[in-house]
């Protein structure tokens, strides 16, 4: 073999040792990215495992926070109606101790319902929250030293004044009445018969407006309604804006809604259902407002809450009866109103004998 020869193979020997050199190097880089990515690969697993570890130890953290404020919250609140029926016993015992009624205790031990005395029995009514609740401030009432119901914001005295009456009030002197500070009277217009079902206009209805207008009062009218039908509530709705047609009414139409109780005479609405009691009612309503008046429901606790669906009543103003008493000389109703009649044995100068008293507010 020549020396070309030889430098040749020299050549081609030193290529293929060449080729596996880098052929051995790429197999070692291979082999070193796949452990690279394996290594990696662990390390992440690792990692994520000990951050889905440490996330459940803090949600662990976090529920036994959780329940650890649930307990003292109910702690809290078990202590807090320990205290509560501490001074809620406490109450109970000088009401009892007061030898009043027990319809004042259950008011206290049921605050969460409207709770009423009829016909021998006790009568618990849950409290609709969604409807207009009574937001009157009850340490906001007092008596005054004429024995009259006033209620006061910041202070001062807020509220109007007023009375109602009939022909029983007899021959009144209006502008002595005006004198006294009376605001507003509601005179009633009419009656329907307990029995008969017949219309009557009071008997001192008109000399009473008459009166009452001349002496500057602010004046309304109220109808003692007996109707069983809806026909016979629009029918009453009528007779009253014939009795004031031509006459300016300064307050609401009232509808006179009472259960008639130690009569002779059985009343013909006495086994009226709730809900035909209560369409009556605001076919009476709608045909005063159909007039251009604005319509008021006159009642006590039992009206609103045995005779009449309140939930139906909403969008009309109450005009509330209950009495005040020598122990307690707030209103006990849950919705709002608007008038609250607090004294049936009231004394105001220019009427003889007993008088309604109201107490109105904006």
Known sequence: ?????????????????????????????????????????????????????????????????A?????????????????????????????????????EILKLLFPQQFVLADEGAFHFFDINRNLRQNEYDLSSFFVNEKGLMVYTEDGQEVGYRGIDVSQHNGAIDWEQVRADGVDFVYIRAGIRGYGSGKLVEDERFAE????????????GVYFFTQAVTEEEAVEEADFVLELIRGKEMDIPVAIDVEK?????????????????????????????????????????????AILLDINELESYEKWFADYISS????????YHFRIWQ??????????????DLNLAFY
């Not at 307990?71 to 205290?83: H, N, P, R, S």
Request: hydrophobic share 35%.
């Open 1 to 65: 073999m020549n020396t070309e020869q030889e430098w040749n193979e020299k050549k081609k020997h030193g290529r293929r040792s060449r080729l596996k050199a880098y052929n051995r190097i790429v197999t070692i880089l291979d082999v070193l990215l796949l452990a690279g990515c394996i290594f990696l690969f662990l390390r992440t697993s690792a990692v994520e495992k000990q951050y889905q570890e440490e996330r459940e130890r803090a949600n662990e953290l976090e529920r036994e926070l």
């Open 208 to 219: 009473n407006i008459e009166g009452a207008k001349a002496a500057g009062l602010n004046v």
């Open 260 to 304: 008639v109780e130690n009569n002779e005479t059985e009343p013909r609405t006495k086994n009226l259902s709730k809900a035909q009691y209560t369409a009556n009612v605001k076919a009476f309503c709608e045909r005063i407002r159909e007039a251009g008046y604005d319509a008021i429901v006159y009642g006590n606790g039992k009206t609103f």
């Open 342 to 355: 607090y004294d049936s044995t009231g004394r105001v100068n220019g009427i003889s004998g007993d008088c």
């Open 67 to 103: 329940e650890d404020e649930a307990e003292v919250t109910e702690l809290m609140e078990q202590a807090e109606e320990a205290v509560s029926e501490d001074e809620t016993l406490g109450e109970v015992r000088t009401i009892a101790e007061r030898g009043t009624n027990a319809i």
């Open 327 to 334: 122990n307690d000389w707030t209103p006990y109703f849950p």
